[in-house]
């Protein structure tokens, strides 16, 4: 039984949710949902379609990506998991999207394999979209120093879990490289994003390196 992806597009060109429908929509376990050209169109869009994932621009004319991602993480118990479109990857909008609860975000020049796998991977959870891009954004954006996480009291393989999870694993390959259960690596995940107050496994990265609890200028793997 195919499981489907239902999706939120929002963007203020016609166009580019035109591309990306004919893109997403030709795929078996996505289903389009709905549309909308502005951040301030998203609430009730989400409210009448229940969508998986929010695929949205970062830019918008009236609302813009970062202050609808918050609103969602804000007043939602179960808020889809957003996915901002941008044109440029070291767009500053990205960083603060990112700070905001999205769980990553992608190119508008992406081919069409790469918007798919992006949303899958995003809808999935269970792996980090693009972890060296993440690297590097937050390198050049955010503010590292001190080891403000040490307040969390991550044990030391929890803190080994959460540098593997910046490497972009999923549970399975943290698995084999920790040589301990999927399940066990399950548990580990969710104590981490417990104790960092992060709702997935972007915001967990993003405030590792932001604190300095990983050097976010040390090459991770793409």
């Known amino acids: 039984m195919v499981v489907v992806i239902g999706l939120l597009l929002v963007d203020d060109e016609e166009l580019v949710r035109a591309g990306l429908r004919a893109v997403l929509e030709a795929e078996p376990d996505i289903e389009v949902r ?3 050209a502005d951040g301030a169109d998203v609430p009730g869009l989400v409210r009448t379609h229940r969508p998986d994932v ?7 004319a009236e609302i813009d990506g970062i202050a609808a991602t918050r609103h969602l993480v804000s007043t939602m118990d179960r808020p889809p998991r957003v ?9 500053g909008h990205v960083y603060d999207a990112l700070q905001a609860g999205a769980a990553g975000f992608l190119l508008k020049r992406a081919r069409p394999v790469e918007i798919v796998r992006a949303v899958r991977t995003v809808a999935a959870g269970e792996s980090l979209l693009f972890p060296a891009a993440v690297r590097d954004l937050v390198a050049t954006r ?5 080891d403000a996480l040490r307040g969390a ?10 540098r593997w999870v910046a490497r972009g694993l999923c549970n399975a390959e943290i698995a084999r ?22 709702r ?4 967990a990265v993003v405030r590792a390196y932001e604190s300095g609890f990983i050097d976010p200028h040390r090459p991770v793997d793409s």
Do not use: I, P, S, Y
């Open 177 to 198: 490289e920790m040589v301990l259960g999927v399940e066990t690596v399950e548990t580990h995940v969710g104590t981490v994003l417990a104790k960092v107050g992060a």
């Open 83 to 91: 996915l901002v479109l941008t044109t440029f990857g070291n767009d």
């Open 54 to 60: 929010v695929l949205m621009d970062v830019r918008m």
């Open 34 to 36: 709905g549309e909308g």
């Open 142 to 146: 955010g503010r590292c120093g001190g």
């Open 153 to 162: 009291g991550l044990t030391e393989r929890e803190g080994e879990v959460l």
């Open 200 to 203: 997935d496994r972007t915001q």
